[in-house]
């Protein structure tokens, strides 16, 4: 309604550190506001004509990651609160609401969008200074992660550099867990081993991309993975040579393949540096 709209405007104008750009009626105003203003913020209800406010958070959120969402509504339910935060709201005010708890929840939210905001930046350009562009024209660039140490954060690392290199650039990333017998890869990914490396070395002669896609596990982040051995035993037949056919096939479906590694210089450990573009080697300050 425009006097409540007015209402919280004219409440606003009392906190010195904010300032209302833009207001709209209806969620299909609220989306073609944030395309238009790209405020920080968004005050958000759950109930309006035409698009209501949760399809109008989700458009937003997606189309516009930079622009918060805070959510208000009378509905005091969890199934709404639930479906505001998967649409991407940040914050969920009940009405009616005082100003400290209107301008506290902006200020949090604000603080909260700048630090997300540095990191994604850090981490985008990071991601593109040092692994640029795959190294050749359809074929993946291979980064494993090593250390002569264990417990040393890498299998942290290679998870998470999947991870960020495809939420990043959206290109086809896929993690290896080479630490064959007592990869935790899946563990850390809550992926269970349905198919695994093993599937893939038993059959090494004969791979090609529908075989080893369907023995892919999927992350939610869209990283697709190769799950190490399920017990230490599966993981024993396992040769170099077959370790070579793998990586041979995966960098002609993949624009980057993230390698986690176990320390030892083994035979296996030995094809899957040998393979790699890039070794990052992880240490600590001992
Ligand atoms: N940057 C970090 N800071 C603090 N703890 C970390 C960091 N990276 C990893 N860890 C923790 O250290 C432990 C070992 O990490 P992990 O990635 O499994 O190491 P590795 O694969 O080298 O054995 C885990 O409990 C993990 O949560
Ligand atoms: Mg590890």
Redesign the pocket.
């Known amino acids: 309604m425009p006097e409540a709209r007015d209402n919280v405007q004219k409440l606003l104008q009392f906190a010195g550190d904010m300032q209302v750009i833009g207001q709209g009626g209806t969620g299909r105003e609220a989306v073609d506001l944030a395309r238009k203003l790209q405020p920080d913020i968004i005050l958000m209800d759950v109930s309006m004509p035409e698009m209501d406010g949760i399809t109008a958070t989700q458009l937003i959120t997606t189309q516009f990651p930079s622009v918060a969402v805070i959510m208000s509504s009378v509905q005091s339910d969890t199934e709404t609160l639930r479906r505001s935060l998967q649409a991407g709201a940040r914050d969920y005010l009940f009405k009616p609401y005082g100003l400290d708890e209107l301008t506290g929840s902006i200020r949090t939210v604000y603080q909260a969008v700048q630090v997300s905001r540095a990191q994604l930046s850090a981490t985008t350009s990071a991601t593109t200074t040092h692994l640029g562009t795959p190294a050749e024209q359809g074929r993946a660039k291979v980064i494993s992660v090593f250390?002569p140490k264990?417990?040393?954060?890498?299998?942290?690392?290679a998870a998470n550099l999947a991870v960020v290199t495809k939420l990043a650039t959206d290109k086809r990333v896929l993690l290896v867990d080479g630490n064959l017998a007592f990869g935790?890869i899946g563990v850390v990914l809550n992926l269970p081993a349905v198919k695994t490396v093993v599937d893939l070395a038993s059959n090494a002669g004969q791979l090609d991309a529908d075989f080893v896609s369907d023995v892919l596990a999927t992350h939610s982040s869209g990283v697709r993975v190769l799950l190490a051995a399920p017990s230490p035993q599966d993981a024993e037949g396992i040769t170099s040579d077959q370790l070579r056919a793998i990586i041979g096939q995966v960098v002609m479906m993949f624009d980057y393949v993230f390698i986690?590694t176990r320390p030892s210089f083994d035979e296996t450990q030995l094809a899957l540096l040998d393979l790699s573009d890039t070794v990052l080697l992880?240490m600590t300050m001992e």
């Open positions: 250390s264990g417990g040393i954060g890498r299998t942290t690392l935790d986690d992880t």
